[in-house]
């Protein structure tokens, strides 16, 4: 569906004019129609909708959203990275690796990156 709005006013006519009456009279006026889908005008209100959120809810949404654009759960690769991630505990739990502080990592990202 496409709706059109009008930008400005006629010559006398206050605001609260018919657009369908009127659409005939604008040809010499310097009023403009501006086009728009109603898709357009539903998703600028739900993106104002979205922007009114509180942050952490502003992030879940991301998050759901994002989510959608994955597809299917690859099962595979899931449980891929569960056995590493197991693999990894067990070597820090062991103490065949050492975990990093923050600090430690951010002062080794700074130096490589500068």
């Not at 006026?29 to 922007?51: G, N, P, S, T």
């Not at 994002?66 to 056995?83: F, M, N």
């Amino acid at each position: 569906m496409t709706v059109a709005i009008l930008i400005g006013r006629l010559p006398g006519h206050g605001a609260g004019w018919n657009s369908n009456r009127y659409r005939r009279n604008l040809k010499g006026h310097r009023a403009k129609w501006l086009v728009m889908d109603m898709a357009a005008v539903d998703f600028e209100k739900i993106l104002d909708q979205a922007r009114a959120l509180p942050e952490s809810e502003r992030a879940r949404l991301v998050h759901d959203l994002v989510e959608t654009l994955d597809g299917s759960p690859d099962k595979e690769a899931a449980s891929a990275w569960e056995q590493e991630i197991s693999r990894r505990l067990a070597e820090v739990e062991s103490g065949d690796e050492r975990t990093l502080s923050r600090e430690e990592l951010n002062r080794r990202l700074r130096d490589r990156t500068g």
